[in-house]
């Protein structure tokens, strides 16, 4: 028997940080909302949680929105279809999208192996890095150094990366006095 694998578009709006959780040593996440559903067309989903955003806020004294999630088309698109409704009316609103840290130190640990003496580089690095020198340095570490992962799991892994460079780059905005900063 055969099975496809459903995808369950699953959105969580949420205001901000909670104070650090003693116990589990994470933040907890302030005024949870969850919209989502099997089959649920992106736009529905769209529709839902824009209509949530504007009953429940005010979005003239909303200056920023990030979007994070896995990289995934669907929530990419989630993203523009959001920012192509709110510029209309709210043109100094900001939406950003953003590789969750999860992934991206997943999928960079599984590259180079662990190891956190480039770990910390690529880190540090991430800003300035482009597409091909991310390449360079992610096939000299996979020439030069032992195998854990096929060659083909490799590349994968590193297009997934180069797909959502961006992504991860908006990881490093910071918020300081309301302007962003890299």
């Known amino acids: 028997v055969q099975t496809k694998n459903i995808i369950?578009?699953?959105?969580?709006?949420?205001?901000?940080?909670?104070?650090?959780?003693?116990?589990?040593?994470?933040?907890?996440?302030?005024?949870?909302?969850?919209?989502?559903?099997?089959?649920?067309?992106?736009?529905?989903?769209?529709?839902?949680?824009?209509?949530?955003?504007?009953?429940?806020?005010?979005?003239?004294?909303?200056?920023?929105?990030?979007?994070?999630?896995?990289?995934?088309?669907?929530?990419k698109s989630f993203g523009n279809e959001l920012i192509d409704i709110l510029y209309k009316n709210h043109p100094n609103l900001k939406i950003i999208q953003v590789l969750d840290k999860f992934y991206c130190n997943k999928y960079l640990s599984s590259i180079f192996n662990h190891q956190s003496d480039i770990l910390s580089y690529i880190n540090d690095e991430i800003l300035s890095l482009t597409k091909e020198r991310f390449t360079n340095i992610s096939n000299a570490f996979f020439a030069f150094c032992e195998k854990n992962i096929s060659e083909v799991a490799f590349d994968d892994k590193v297009e997934y990366i180069i797909n959502n460079l961006e992504l991860i780059k908006n990881q490093k905005l910071v918020l300081i006095d309301d302007s962003i900063v890299r």
Do not use: E
């Open 8 to 75: 369950n578009k699953l959105v969580l709006v949420h205001t901000n940080h909670k104070d650090l959780h003693l116990r589990l040593k994470r933040k907890s996440l302030a005024n949870k909302r969850y919209f989502g559903g099997i089959h649920m067309p992106v736009s529905d989903l769209v529709d839902n949680v824009l209509h949530y955003i504007s009953s429940t806020y005010n979005l003239n004294k909303i200056k920023y929105i990030f979007i994070s999630g896995d990289g995934a088309r669907w929530i």
